[in-house]
């Protein structure tokens, strides 16, 4: 959800306003207008901007207002500069001495996402920029993340700065220091003081990025409701947990999946890919990064529609649950009277108990399992090995494909 408390800025300095050129793209999506907004990369480059020339000498904490950042997405964004700060021997950020390696300057920007839902929106973004005898530096500070595990894009105990919020810091740095004449090197440490904490909400624990937020964006924009963004999420994740060692994964679709897992005693990977909707994505990423096995633990509410070949479970791509399962029931033996009260009811729930009335449940079940077993291979063209279990809420366990237990054992026997 966005954070709207620490917007509050945000939107006071617009009604006075305060334009970031970011308000005239937006997107209509379900008949709203929704805008765009900005990434935690483009606040940092534009905060190192800030920075930098204050400290080289372009103006004092008074001049530099805002700053103009050309993003990669080819959107220029003007940047409101907040809460400056300087040491050292800078008395005026436009007076550090050209000699003076104790000096610094740290400038903040606030992060907007636009109607994107992100956790991240509201905070500052800080870069304190300070000089060096040579080249370019950058490193993470309070509230930025460290990478612990391989497999993520920044090697193991860097900070979780991408490699394209860092070409933009470090171009930034450039630029300025061209503009100021200034020969010599330039450090840029970024920061987010509540940064640790707004962690917890993202996918960062589980990918081994420890202590705060990672700096991210490949546009530096932010496009609402982003199915890329998501989708990204998903391949670094299983790209960590391959690089990790592990060969062979379980999915789970959703907290659902998780919680069940959390139930299951003897389980032998907890530490599962959670792939939201995006079956088929998840497959084409095993194949991308070399995994050799999925096992997907799902609940029937989303995976029924696998069996009809549906690889992107959202409702508002396809449904066809009642129409899967009444078809499945039919093959079972169902007579059409109940087949037809199938295709009347609204949730999978109605569905199964209409069928574990007539005793076609688990027929049903190896049915549906048989089906979500073939599109699932088909999906990979057979280079990742797929099972798949299915439950409900209600029912707990429905069934299983035919090579689900032996790929529960290989899992096992891997992770010993």
Not at 160 to 180: C, D, G, Q, T, Y
Not at 288 to 299: C, D, I, K, R, T
């Amino acid at each position: 959800m966005k954070n709207t408390n620490d917007s509050e800025q945000f939107k006071k300095d617009k009604k006075m306003g305060f334009r970031t050129g970011i308000e005239d793209y937006y997107i209509i999506k379900d008949n709203k207008k929704m805008r765009f907004g900005y990434t935690t990369g483009s606040c940092a480059a534009a905060a190192t901007k800030a920075s930098a020339r204050m400290l080289l000498g372009h103006g004092t904490e008074d001049q530099v207002v805002s700053v103009l950042l050309h993003t990669p997405k080819g959107i220029d964004l003007n940047l409101e500069v907040l809460d400056v700060s300087k040491g050292g021997s800078v008395t005026g950020a436009g007076e550090a001495r050209s000699d003076d390696s104790q000096a610094w300057v740290q400038c903040g920007i606030m992060k907007d996402g636009g109607d994107d839902p992100d956790v991240t929106s509201g905070l500052i973004v800080y870069a304190k920029v300070s000089k060096q005898e040579s080249g370019i530096t950058i490193d993470g500070g309070e509230g930025v993340g460290r990478v612990s595990k391989p497999g993520l894009e920044q090697p193991v105990g860097a900070a979780a700065i991408n490699s394209v919020p860092r070409k933009m810091i470090e171009e930034a740095l450039r630029e300025e220091a061209e503009r100021a004449g200034y020969k010599g090197g330039l450090k840029a440490v970024i920061s987010v003081p509540k940064g640790r904490e707004t962690a917890k909400e993202t996918f960062n624990p589980r990918l081994g990025i420890e202590g705060g937020i990672s700096i991210l964006g490949t546009s530096g924009i932010v496009e609402p409701m982003s199915e890329t963004a998501l989708i990204k999420s998903l391949q670094v994740e299983m790209a960590q947990q391959i690089a990790g060692g592990r060969k062979r994964l379980v999915v789970t679709l959703g907290n659902y999946g998780r919680d069940y897992l959390d139930g299951l005693e003897n389980f032998p990977l907890k530490e599962s890919v959670k792939c939201s909707n995006y079956v088929g994505e998840v497959i084409d990423a095993a194949v991308n990064y070399g995994a050799e096995e999925l096992v997907f633990v799902a609940h029937i509410g989303k995976f029924v529609k696998v069996a009809g070949g549906i690889m992107n479970t959202h409702s508002r791509n396809a449904d066809s649950r009642a129409e899967i399962l009444a078809a499945a029931a039919l093959r079972a033996g169902m007579e059409r009277e109940e087949v037809l009260e199938i295709l009347d009811t609204l949730t999978t729930d109605e569905a199964l108990d209409i069928i574990d009335k007539a005793g076609l449940l688990e027929e049903t079940m190896r049915i549906i399992c048989d089906k979500i077993g073939f599109y699932l291979n088909h999906r990979s063209y057979g280079k990742v090995k797929t099972e798949a279990m299915i439950f409900s809420n209600s029912r707990g366990y429905l069934g299983e494909t035919k090579g689900f237990r032996e790929a529960v054992e290989r899992i096992r026997t891997e992770n010993e």
